[in-house]
């Protein structure tokens, strides 16, 4: 193990190693409220072990994925290595611990366990927790309410509240929840990792287009999967199967110093941005890192890792040595460079709105064509306008070149003119656009692009939105004003580049696709196509928004001759 330590250290780039030397207490026993007891296993250095040298500060890592292996290797011996003593539980359910895995529903087991570390002999001092993806979420679970036991915390690709990454504006996210369900269904399995392997290639490709969504679960693990059939039944942010597992409204209340990673074509990145400005606005010690990675990103892993020891160094032994002291660094997609900024979002970022326009045009100034036709497609979910890029649990090239989607018969594309100078998106992104669509239940996509001189389209920012009977209640002439948040960003667009706007009717399978009947979407079977219209008129002026960081009237041609590159 400490070769195999050494090439990780060496791989995620990690401060060097304090000693080589660790124990590991394997199977400790933690009884929680309940009597159901959890398994853990104990990371620690020899030398403190033994009582030769002081105990270092403990750290607690609660995962449904094993504790051993992998995130064994990461989280317990490459901390112990570097100066800590490390607790790493398998959750309720899973690997030898007792009780039914119940997901996201973390917070009393959590706090339990807290209850149970603070009592061994060798814990001593704060306690501080590390953690990607699920767990993060145990963090948040634990984060107010146990906030005089905790020393600091270092959540990343991770959010307080689940339900808005599985519910993306309304439509399941298939694609992650389906991955997420067969990993677990999978991961205990007599040889998991070729189970997975060959599920990732072959039984979630062909169930992402099998119905009912209620029986996708069967089709890839064997058999139902109770906690994703579950989801049907509770698919509103305040169904209490949801409330109970949502700590968001806790966030400001936690005074552990929090540090932030999570990637631009992550799932999870619209929340956890919420969680950082939550933070700020309470006054809270916190720290912000975005970079260009999705979920299981390598370089992402190894930049959460190394900062996150730096933050629990600082905040539990008081060493700085390591810590980046900048209180928010994002990474400029188009400049690729890193970039410090004072606060998320940028104080000094102003609103652009750029208005669709008829003909395909896209422009800051409004429409001003009386009786414009309007931009027409119809979306048919039976041959579903495909997910190209973007966040999804197991990405492999999030940022893509759009144009085999832009190419599509129910996809519309608005273009700018090229732009004179650099235009910098930094901060929150939205959607205001009007439609008009033959049947009330249907989906609405937007998408961002920067167009490069050479032709290719690569994907910025994004988000859907599902439209259920007469939500949003529709105007006289029938359309709908449909406005919502797209994901945030820090982009560069270069001169010579135009910025692109698509709309569609899906994002398959990364959002489930709407059926077009208005049955419920687990057990509809029979789908129907939704033509749609797009408006943009001097009365419905569809657009999308940018924060801006600097002057942005500047950098667009007016009444140039439109660059045949961007087309």
């Not at 943009?536 to 660059?563: F, I, K, M, T, Y």
Request: proline share 9%; glycine share 10%.
């Amino acid at each position: 193990m400490t070769l195999l330590s050494e090439i990780a250290g060496r791989s995620l780039r990690l401060p060097r190693a304090q000693t080589r030397d660790v124990v590991v207490e394997r199977d400790l026993a933690a009884e929680m409220d309940d009597g159901a007891v959890l398994l853990a296993d104990r990371y620690v250095a020899s030398a403190a072990a033994s009582g030769a040298d002081g105990l270092p500060p403990t750290v607690l890592v609660r995962t449904p994925y094993g504790r051993r292996g992998f995130f064994g290797l990461v989280y317990g011996r490459l901390l112990a290595e570097r100066g800590f003593q490390v607790v790493v539980q398998s959750v309720r359910g899973t690997f030898g611990s007792g009780g039914e895995f119940r997901p996201f529903d973390e917070r009393a087991d959590g706090l339990a366990t807290l209850r149970w570390v603070r009592a061994q002999p060798w814990c001593e001092g704060p306690i501080g927790m590390i953690g990607s993806s699920y767990m993060g979420l145990t963090q948040w679970a634990v984060a107010s309410a146990a906030d005089g036991e905790l020393g600091a915390l270092a959540p990343s690709i991770t959010a307080s509240q689940f339900h808005g990454q599985a519910y993306g504006g309304g439509s399941l996210s298939l694609d992650t929840a389906l991955s997420w369900t067969y990993i677990i269904a999978a991961q205990e399995r007599r040889l998991a990792p070729l189970h997975l392997i060959f599920g990732m290639r072959r039984k979630l490709p062909r169930a992402f287009d099998a119905l009912p969504l209620v029986e996708l679960d069967a089709r890839v693990a064997g058999e139902p999967v109770a906690f994703f059939r579950e989801w049907f039944e509770v698919t509103a942010p305040d169904d209490p199967y949801w409330r109970s597992r949502d700590f968001s409204a806790d966030v400001a209340g936690v005074t552990a110093p929090v540090q932030l990673i999570g990637g631009w074509q992550d799932i999870f990145l619209p929340w956890l941005v919420e969680d950082y400005v939550a933070l700020r606005r309470a006054g809270r010690a916190t720290q912000l890192v975005i970079g260009p990675w999705a979920h299981t990103s390598t370089a992402l892993l190894a930049r959460s890792t190394r900062d996150g020891i730096a933050w629990l160094r600082a905040h539990l032994l008081g060493d700085d040595r390591l810590l980046d002291a900048a209180p928010v660094r994002v990474w400029v997609g188009g400049e690729e460079r890193w970039r410090t900024l004072p606060d998320w979002p940028p104080p000094a970022a102003r609103r652009l709105r750029l208005h669709l326009q008829p003909g395909g045009a896209l422009a800051p100034e409004p429409p001003t064509a009386e009786r414009a036709a309007p931009g027409r497609f119809t979306y048919d979910p039976e041959d579903p306008t495909p997910s190209l890029g973007g966040p999804v649990l197991m990405a492999r090239e999030p940022v893509v070149d759009n144009r085999p989607l832009e190419a599509r018969d129910d996809v519309l594309v608005y273009t700018s003119e090229p732009l004179t100078e650099p235009l910098e998106a930094i901060g929150p992104v939205a959607a205001d656009v009007h439609v008009r669509t033959s049947r009330p239940d249907a989906d609405v996509f937007v998408r961002i692009c920067d167009v490069h001189p050479d032709g290719r389209s690569l994907n910025v920012c994004d988000a859907l939105v599902r439209l259920t009977g007469g939500e949003p209640e529709p105007a006289a002439d029938g359309s709908r004003r449909v406005a919502f948040p797209l994901w945030p960003t820090a982009h560069r667009f270069r001169p010579g580049h135009c910025i692109r706007v698509l709309v569609a009717g899906g994002a398959h399978p990364r959002y489930a696709r709407n059926a077009g009947t208005g049955e419920p979407p687990h057990t509809a079977t029979r789908l129907v196509p939704v033509e749609h219209e797009l408006l943009h008129d001097p009365e419905h002026r569809s657009a999308v928004e940018l924060s801006v960081v600097g002057d942005p009237a500047l950098g667009w041609e007016r009444g140039g001759r439109r660059s045949v590159r961007c087309r």
